[in-house]
């Protein structure tokens, strides 16, 4: 499945929703998205990634991108991530810096 | 604002765009829009840098440095516009093939970087290379962007350790241990609260550089079983981490998630040493495949015959040149690094005797690179820990050229508990030395030079030690002409496993003694994974070839010899909360600040009169907590007895201070839960005069 980006500004909140294959050949898309993100000024990010299959490791540094772009007052959430993509996130480390939810729950993301 | 000039494009070839390379540092690094390349060789007559797409047997181009980018005996070559996540690179190096002068280039060789953070080629432990690629161990590219946050090296006083040696993939990878991925860096976070509970506060990982399991693999002659290079010890690249120990490797993320390791390590309060193998790499000898050194610099890198052949002080095949100043370099460049972007706390050096031989192969007075060492302010604070003897016989247990900063792997200590515990004669006195940190050896260096320890990966486990006399290691297909024989190993009455209940009642009573022994000796007491559940190898005492059950953690131990691994729980913590057993100094066998005892005491079965002769089985010590830490400290009083005779023997027990009473702490012949009590739970001694000691054991008191 090809793969696709997208952002949606919510209450300070960056919306970015991913789906499909995150690899080396995508990952600029990604990374140019958590860019775009930054420069509308985000207080958040919450990255939706229920139908994202497959995070290759070009897609994980962007991770890393990300939350050295967004800087360390800003939390970045991942919100229903798949096993094949929560465990190399969790194994190499990444999860310290990131929050975790199984759905969005704009109620305690958007409280910014 | 206008950027820097330095960054530009000056050359191009075929397309890709470059310029001079920064000569320094070594290897590969990323640059502003680029990639600097830089390598040194001192016979080579040129070199090529060579890039491929990831995993791709052909090469994307080749792009030889030009004349104006080497300098003295380096290259140096800056590659813009790179993709450098989806790169793999190597070198070509062209110079003489005169193997009796000692240079061996070879231009049909692709070679990999000696200073490569990440080679790919065995990402996933055990999946079958393709034994025809051209370039098998392939350099890549590594951004060190891992968030340590807080992190540094834990820094705990060396006498303060206690040390658990390890395998990274054995210690997860049996069915039984219930990790997500076993076998892994990951799956040794998993079982972190696992270290905790045991309360070792250091571990020691075999090697986690990268290697091939696949060198010299080899179907078994007596099964089907695969012989394969599980123990590690030999070295493909010497700053990339093993894919094959990560999760995953498979995406590249090994240098991540063995960070993340370290980093949760930590922030339990465990240190991480790494064994490192300096002496020789998986090149091996003039048979072995290139890698990378052989084609570079063969005559730099190696300690080679003046035929041109290699020397073998390490019983593998070749000798690393430790003491040319160019490998200098890079052990030192490479074990900065590992402290430096891996934070890891020490360093045991493998057969580090050979570290100190010169470029002839001839012992050095004092090796500079084992001074270097030593002084450098990047590694000033790391453990350095040398195995000290090499395959070529030079033994340096006790002489091991130190700087004040040098620790050993004591192998008399092994030796001596092993003979003393089985009732050897002749041994309370060499045991004495042993136990107050072996001042014989160490007379200037103090009790923190001396790492003790009963078994270690190299030889028996625990179990093994008390049940078999002679080594079984017929399945690793030598013969049984490999691994130790001198084991002072004994089997309490029956070679190999046995239902017999004396006898295994008394194997068990052997391991806690050597426990408790181990940890209330000074120095710096050392585990080996595994021994505190009682795990067997089945009388195999060199289990380097097996990626088995039989060399794994087998977690249903933890259960099944649950009141063993309470024993050692408890003697571990024992040993933690008293600092009397752990001085930085020697002790000297004086009253030195007026307590009316000496800090350690010499009794027998007779209180002050120690039996010394020949023919003694009964050893006992008294140490004095008001002498803990030359004064500094507070503690119990500690009496520990000791009776390896086979009968059971009263010992008379020194008198304490007056208001003081001697307290049960361990009884080696009392069943479980009554052979060790937790802190602060230790019943009065109904009878505080004498104790009666059951044959072989142990029993520690402590007066308060």
């Known amino acids: 499945m090809a ?110 | ?123 996933v432990w055990g999946r079958t290379p393709d034994w025809d690629k051209p370039y098998p161990y392939r350099s890549r590219l590594v951004i060190d962007d891992f968030d340590w946050e807080d992190d540094r090296p834990v820094e705990i006083p060396i006498e303060d350790l206690v040390i658990y040696e390890m395998h990274v993939r054995g210690f997860t990878k ?102 490192v193998v300096f002496n020789h790499t998986a090149e091996g000898n003039e048979r072995g495949p290139y890698i990378s050194f052989r084609g570079i610099d063969n005559k730099t890198y190696y300690i080679l015959t003046p035929e041109g052949y290699y020397y073998n002080f390490s019983g593998t095949g070749n000798t690393l040149n430790c003491n040319n100043p160019i490998v200098r370099g890079l052990v030192l460049d490479c074990l900065r690094y590992w402290a430096s972007e891996y934070h890891v706390d020490g360093f045991r050096f493998d057969l580090a ?31 350095l820990i040398a195995e000290a003897w090499d395959a070529g016989g030079l033994y340096q247990v006790g002489s091991f ?62 179990m093994d030690l008390v049940s078999y006399n002679e080594k079984h290691n017929w399945n690793n297909g030598e013969n049984n002409n490999d691994g130790a024989n001198d084991n002072h190993s004994w089997n309490c009455g029956w070679e190999g496993e046995t239902d017999n209940p004396d006898i295994n009642a008394l194997r068990f009573r052997q391991i806690r003694n050597v426990a408790s022994i181990l940890m209330t000796s000074q120095g710096i007491p050392m585990i080996l994974m595994g021994d505190e559940v009682g795990h067997t190898q089945l009388g195999n005492n060199n289990m380097y070839c097996h990626d088995t059950e039989t060399n794994w953690f087998d977690w249903r131990l933890t259960e099944k010899n649950a009141d063993l691994l309470r024993f050692f729980q408890h003697i571990i913590a024992f040993r933690r909360a008293h600092p009397v057993l752990r001085n930085r100094y020697h002790l000297s066998q004086s009253d030195y600040i007026g307590s009316g005892y000496p800090d350690i005491s010499w009794h027998g079965t007779q209180a002050w009169n120690p039996d010394w002769s020949a023919n003694s089985t009964a050893l006992a010590f008294m140490l004095c907590g008001k002498h803990a830490r030359g004064g500094q400290a507070q503690d119990d009083y500690i009496y520990v007895a000791m009776n390896t005779y086979h009968d059971a023997l009263w010992f008379n027990i020194p008198q304490l201070p007056a208001g003081m009473q001697w307290h049960m702490s361990v009884n080696t012949s009392m069943p479980s839960p009554q052979d060790i009590w937790a802190l602060g739970d230790e019943p009065v001694l109904g009878e505080q005069q004498n104790i009666l000691l059951g044959n072989h054991s142990v029993v520690i008191l402590v007066g308060r």
């Open chain 1, 3 to 112: 793969f696709e980006s997208t952002l949606e500004m919510s209450n300070g909140v960056a919306k970015i929703t991913l789906s499909g294959e995150l690899d080396a050949g995508s990952a600029p898309q990604f990374k140019s998205t958590v860019e775009e993100a930054a420069g509308q000024g985000a207080k958040r990010i919450a990255l939706i990634v229920p139908d994202l299959e497959y995070i290759s490791s070009a897609g994980l540094r962007v991770l890393v991108f990300a939350r050295q772009k967004m800087g360390k007052g800003i939390d970045i959430y991942l919100i229903g991530a798949q096993d094949q993509i929560l465990d190399p996130i969790k194994q190499s480390g990444l999860l310290h810096s990131l929050y975790t939810a199984e759905t969005y729950d704009a109620s305690t993301i958007e409280t910014v």
């Open chain 2, 401 to 462: 050229p130190a700087y004040g900063r040098w620790a050993e792997w004591n192998g008399k200590y092994r030796d001596s508990i092993r003979r003393f515990i089985k009732g050897d004669k002749d041994l309370v006195g060499d045991m004495a030395q042993r136990i107050m940190g072996s001042p014989d050896l160490y007379a200037t260096r103090g009790p923190t030079a001396s790492i003790n320890f009963a078994c270690c990966h190299d030889g028996f486990t625990l």
């Open chain 2, 1 to 123: 604002m206008i950027s820097r000039i330095d960054t530009h494009p000056t050359h191009e070839y075929k397309g890709y765009k470059l310029r001079a390379g920064k000569l320094q540092p070594f290897g590969a690094t990323l640059v502003p829009d680029g990639v600097n390349f830089s390598v040194f060789s001192m016979h080579a007559t040129s070199c090529t840098l060579l890039l491929f797409n990831k995993g791709a047997n052909e090469p994307l181009i080749e792009i030889p440095f030009l004349d104006q980018f080497r300098i003295g005996n380096v290259y140096a070559m800056t590659v813009f516009d790179l993709p450098y996540e989806n790169i793999d690179y190597g070198f070509r190096f062209d110079g003489p093939w005169e193997p009796e002068n000692g240079h061996r280039f070879d231009n049909t060789k692709i070679l990999s970087d000696p200073y490569a953070k990440v080679i790919s080629g065995r990402d």
């Open chain 2, 353 to 383: 005797s050979i570290l100190g031989r010169d470029q002839f192969g001839a012992p050095l007075s004092n090796p500079p690179l084992l001074e270097q060492l030593a002084y450098d302010p990047i590694l000033a604070k790391c453990k």
């Open chain 2, 174 to 275: 049996h069915e039984s241990s219930g990790v997500h991925v076993r076998g892994t860096f990951d799956g040794l976070r998993e079982k972190i609260p696992y270290l905790v509970s045991l309360g070792v506060n250091c571990v020691e990982l075999m090697p986690v550089y990268e290697f091939d399991e696949f060198e010299h693999s080899k179907r078994s002659p007596d099964s089907d079983e695969l012989l394969m290079n599980y123990w590690g010890y030999s070295t493909v690249g010497f700053f990339a981490p093993k894919a094959g120990y990560a999760a995953t490797g498979k995406f590249g993320m090994q240098v991540d998630e063995l960070k993340n390791l370290i980093k949760e390590l930590h922030a339990n309060k465990i240190e991480v040493m790494l064994d």
